[in-house]
């Protein structure tokens, strides 16, 4: 009897055991710590850090794109820093060092496909993403910024120093075919819509947004949003503003002025400018809740204390935040309901809940930049 | 009295030591513009300076160049370049301290 007992008690220990390592991915995330070249693991449902992965090299400027199932970060590095983090493991699966200067990448539709987009040497690089072996290079003699994934293994990217957009098919993935378009000066980022259909390249060198149709890539690119600045001075921009798909709400897409204090508003279907927002500063990060009703605003230094949101109803500025030292970044729960931010210089990670703007915790982490959760996974574009 | 004297010294090179630690002649608190480079001008040069979409600004990548014309860089920004100009944020003190360290290997961050 006593043996069936124990027995027993082991089998239900055994259990207990099983029922606490079995677990989704759905809502976790990773935060960079950039001085300490460190990933920490964190889940947006309990609120807290996991654990935390080390060893990612120059973190200065990271970014993240997540394998389809949701377990590996792809993190890339400004060292050139290829690392593929296993989240439920908490250890690093692979790591290479592809580049000299790296800015971030992007991940293939059917998820097999790794890009990177370097400054040095110039370009993409093709990686599988099980194993990281190199399948093949795009050389740019530029700088390359603004890399998404298109839907048929497909990819575009802004060339800084060309002013041009090239989309890469990678459906042979050892054999890269690349278009090449005219898109303006000094392109500086670039995103693609939520439905992989048009990509806009971000003009630094001159007032407007490059706009390639990819459904019909033969008409080239057009400009929108030109000469937004009617020729007037710029204010100084002490931050480079970041573009991704975040940008559209509903049917408008809400996109950083440079050298105006201003979010641009265009129509998604006509691209005429509709709005123009008055806000705080230079704005970095302009970011709509994944339901559109908001979007979230933060700035370039000095003012990058400040977070403003936009209400997308009437177009207006309808809360100003101070939520820390340095609010390099932010990221949304799958839904919305909440907002991360990380507070560099003090060390935090902000959680907000966005209906009533109240902070409702606080993490610890060391300089915190950006924040990926893995519900990017299943959006084109991230 | 002697002793007097010697504390007074004493105290008073104390006091200069510590404060040229933290804070230059001229009013220039280093530790705060060595986080505001290797932070904020990172964002484009690259925590470390070996470039992004700006310039790398390691000694190795300035060398020849002088700390007087960085020093106007950084103040008046680079036409046809992202480079913003600092005025409006930096003193003319503290953009020659910068460029100076700039030339010489910019140290790391120590808090």
């Not at chain 1, 990612?56 to 997540?66: I, K, Q, R, T």
């Not at chain 2, 979409?53 to 992202?82: F, R």
């Not at chain 2, 003193?91 to 120590?110: D, K, M």
């Amino acid at each position: 009897m006593r043996r069936i007992l124990l027995s027993l008690a082991a089998a239900l220990l055994l259990a207990g055991c099983a029922t606490t390592e079995l677990r989704g991915t759905g809502d976790l995330g990773i935060v960079i710590e950039r001085a300490n070249g460190r990933v920490a693991i964190v889940d947006t449902t309990t609120k807290s850090i996991l654990g935390s992965v080390a060893g990612l090299g120059d973190l200065s400027h990271a970014s993240a794109v997540f394998s389809r199932d949701g377990r590996y970060a792809y993190v890339f590095g400004r060292d050139g820093g290829l690392t593929k983090v296993d989240i439920l493991a908490q250890r690093i699966d692979k790591r290479v060092m592809q580049a000299g200067n790296s800015i971030g990448g992007a991940i293939s539709q059917d998820g097999r496909l790794v890009v990177a987009q370097n400054y040095t040497p110039g370009g993409i690089k093709v990686f599988d993403a099980t194993t990281l072996e190199l399948l093949s290079e795009v050389p740019a003699q530029s700088k390359v910024v603004g890399l998404v994934d298109l839907p048929g293994q497909k990819f575009a990217y802004a060339l800084f120093d060309k002013g041009e957009i090239w989309v890469t098919d990678l459906s042979n993935p050892r054999q890269p075919q690349t278009q090449k378009f005219p898109a303006g000066q000094q392109p500086y980022d670039g995103l693609v819509t939520p439905d992989g259909r048009y990509y806009m390249a971000g003009l630094f060198g001159e007032d407007g947004i490059a706009l390639l149709d990819t459904w019909q890539s033969e008409q080239g690119a057009k400009k929108i949003l030109e000469n937004y600045g009617k020729g007037q001075e710029k204010l100084p921009v002490f931050k480079m503003p970041h573009l991704r798909g975040w940008a559209v709400a509903g049917n408008q897409a809400y996109l950083p002025a440079i050298g105006r204090h201003e979010v641009l508003v265009v129509d998604k279907s006509s691209w005429k400018e509709v709005r123009r927002i008055k806000v705080k500063s230079q704005p970095v990060f302009v970011m709509a809740r994944p339901d559109g009703r908001q979007v979230w605003v933060n700035f370039a230094h000095p003012d990058n204390g400040w977070v403003q949101v936009i209400d997308t109803l009437t177009g207006e500025v309808v809360k100003t935040l101070q939520p820390g030292k340095a609010i390099l970044h932010m990221e949304f729960t799958p839904r919305g309901e909440h907002v991360w931010l990380s507070a560099r210089d003090d060390h935090t990670v902000a959680i907000y809940d966005t209906h009533s703007y109240e902070r409702i915790a606080t993490l610890p982490a060391q300089s915190p930049s950006g924040i990926f959760f893995t519900s990017r996974a299943a959006r084109t574009g991230f | 009295m002697q002793r007097f004297f010697f504390g007074l010294i004493f105290a008073s090179i104390a006091t200069l030591a510590c404060a040229t630690q933290a804070r230059e002649p001229n009013g220039i608190d280093s530790p705060e513009l060595v986080r505001l480079v290797r932070q904020d001008c990172g964002s484009c040069h690259g925590m470390t300076l070996q470039g992004g979409l700006g310039v790398p600004l390691t000694k190795e990548a300035l060398a020849g160049q002088s700390a007087e014309a960085l020093a106007i860089i950084i103040l008046h920004g680079k036409h046809g370049t992202a480079m913003p100009p600092w005025k409006t944020l930096l003193t003319e003190a503290q953009a020659q301290w910068i460029a100076q360290r700039l030339v010489e290997g910019f140290p790391e961050e120590t808090r």
